[in-house]
């Protein structure tokens, strides 16, 4: 079973950064797919960007060039930095991870981005 623990969520102003971090409580981080995902009031879930254990990336069209999400499997943790905020990105984020191998995935309690002047 895989715990995961976001933190770095807070209140900016438009055109600011943030930097959201994901810890894993999980054996062989490797073999799993870590994801973004976020979800603003009245809207579906949707993925932000995600990274595999050799990082390779994709990203939601909506956050590319503005959002990098990187990960440090020596301490199992994954990194969302988002710059150039919008009002627009204000949600709540997600972290995910998906086993590469095995029908199982869990998800972390949410971390709170607000874009507001």
């Known amino acids: 079973q895989v715990q995961l623990v976001e933190s770095g969520g807070g209140l900016v102003q438009p055109g600011g950064s943030l930097r959201l971090s994901c810890a894993a409580s999980?054996?062989?981080?490797?073999?799993?797919?870590m994801g973004w995902y976020r979800q603003a009031p009245g809207k579906e879930r949707e993925l932000v960007a995600a990274?595999?254990?050799?990082?390779?990336?994709n990203y939601a069209d909506s956050v590319k060039d503005r959002f990098t999400i990187s990960r440090d499997n020596a301490k199992n943790t994954v990194y969302l930095q988002m710059n150039h905020l919008e009002p627009e990105d204000t949600a709540v984020y997600y972290c995910?991870?998906?086993?590469?191998?095995?029908?199982?995935?869990?998800w972390g309690q949410g971390t709170q981005v607000t874009v507001s002047s």
């Open positions: 999980v054996t062989r981080f490797t073999t799993y797919v």
């Open positions: 995910n991870a998906r086993n590469t191998y095995l029908p199982y995935e869990s």
């Open positions: 990274i595999t254990h050799s990082g390779r990336t």
